[in-house]
């Protein structure tokens, strides 16, 4: 795969990458904004580590897939 090819799939990872994590924060915030919190304010801790652990994963993933320049790279 010629250089520019390996730039748009890299490219197309991390926006992919991204689009996940921004679906991700934005099911967290959703729930953390449902209306059974309005009258018991308090959060189930397990139920937010189950979302944030996902979403640190993904950050831990592009953060590495970036920095490596890219996972299609078939020599790393």
Request: hydrophobic fraction near 40%.
């Amino acid at each position: 795969m010629n250089y520019i090819k390996q730039l748009q799939a890299d490219k197309a990872e991390a926006v992919a990458a991204a689009r996940l994590i921004e679906t991700e924060i934005n099911h967290l915030i959703s729930y953390l904004s449902c209306s059974k919190f309005h009258v018991d304010t308090r959060v189930q801790v397990g139920d937010v580590l189950r979302d944030v652990l996902p979403i640190r994963n993904n950050v831990t993933y592009l953060a590495a897939t970036l920095s490596n320049g890219g996972t299609n790279d078939k020599n790393k």
